[in-house]
């Protein structure tokens, strides 16, 4: 979706678990040590954060404003409780919660091959406990075909954009 869309982009979020094969520093993540974490915690730089399968990671204040120097719409990509968070104290936030059948979140992470089995079981019991949250959201997206999700999220973005004059629908 964002590669149809120049009027949004995709904060960066920072995170405390170690890179992966093929992570750009400043385009996947920030990778941060979890002395920094606490730092940034601390001095207030957060907009929220979460720990998820034993890291953590979390929006900085300053990707909202680099991105909204940049005249767009700031697109957060969160685990269910840091974007109900979001929507508790941020005026105006729209949450969409993306989901996937269960069968289907597992064949991707085995197939991404990141985890061990062990991590990969724990991952699915946070979906099945993130799957609950559903109906907190103002909208929920099934990822079951992705070019389908993409049009019905495409949908949401600019209709939401449009009810807020952020984006002329002429």
Known sequence: MLARRDDLELAVSATTRPQRTGEV??????????????????????LEYVTFVHQRSGTLLSELDRIAAKGKACLLELEPTGALRVRDSVPGSVTI??????????????????????????????????????DEFHYVVVNDDVERAVEELDGIVTKELSSVGRLSTT
């Open 25 to 46: 520093e400043g385009v996947h993540y920030y990778f941060i040590g979890d002395a920094e974490f606490d730092r940034r915690i601390e001095a207030g730089d957060f």
């Open 97 to 134: 919660f993306v989901t996937a059948p269960l069968v289907e979140l597992e064949r991707r992470l085995r197939e991404r091959a990141t985890e061990s089995a062990g991590e990969i079981d724990e991952r699915l019991a946070l979906a099945r406990e993130h799957q609950e949250l559903a």
